[in-house]
Each structure stands twice: as structure tokens, then as C-alpha cells.
């Protein structure tokens, strides 16, 4: 299986102006986005929380976090945005991914844009 990777901005909601453009790995195993130390630095921003994460190898570690609006694909969203170590590479997480419909095809590990974004039935 290859890796799938996408063109991603993040803004800092306080000051719009201020962005971090990069190429992403797409990470169905991560619930949150992470970017590197140096674009929460260009983002200026200030952590607003801290989460307990796993990283892959299995090591728990606690990681500061902003809430960002996120882009992708002519797709924008918003969500909690990790802060890793400095040259992490910054990872796009599934609950980015779901909240604009998009999802990985397994069989060629491109992104798939759903025909609709998936909502629980309402019982009448």
C-alpha cells in the first residue's frame, strides 16, 4: 500500500492573514491534524489546550493544540490542530477528512469525494 499525501493550508482563526501551506501525509489513523513547530510559529499561534495523544510507535505524549480553520482539496473546514516536534511532517486526520466528505479509496489510496456528506437518519 502507498502513501497518500494533499496540498493543506491552516489559518489561524484569530488573524486570518496568517497561513501554513504544506504537503500533508493523509492519516486515517489520526483523529486529529498535526502540523511542525515552525508552522504553528508562522501561524502565530498560542496553544489553547494540551491532548493526550499515542504516537504510532505506541509512546503517549502530550501535545498543545489550536483550533484552525483547515483547506483542502476547495474544501474548508475547521478542527483542533496538534503541535508536534519540530520537522514533524504534518499529518491531515480523518475528522478533517469526514467533516467535507472526503475518504481514502484503499484499493488506490487516492481521495474520493463522497456524494454527500453522510448524516444519521431522522425518524418521523
Request: glycine share 12%; with cysteine; charged share 20%.
Amino acid at each position: 500500500m502507498g502513501l497518500t499525501h494533499v496540498t493543506v493550508t491552516v489559518r489561524n482563526l484569530g488573524a486570518p492573514e496568517r497561513t501554513y501551506s504544506a504537503v500533508f501525509l493523509v492519516d486515517t489513523g489520526a483523529y486529529d491534524s498535526l502540523i511542525p513547530a515552525e508552522g504553528a510559529a508562522a501561524l502565530g499561534l498560542q496553544p489553547t489546550g494540551h491532548a493526550e495523544c499515542e504516537l504510532a510507535d505506541g509512546t503517549p505524549k502530550k501535545l498543545p493544540f489550536a483550533v484552525c480553520q483547515i483547506e483542502f482539496m476547495g474544501e474548508i473546514t475547521g478542527g483542533r490542530v496538534l503541535f508536534g516536534p519540530p520537522g514533524t511532517e504534518p499529518l491531515l486526520g480523518v475528522t478533517a477528512l469526514e467533516s467535507v466528505g472526503i475518504t481514502v479509496d484503499p484499493r488506490t489510496q487516492t481521495l474520493k469525494r463522497l456524494p454527500a456528506i453522510p448524516l444519521k437518519r431522522f425518524r418521523k
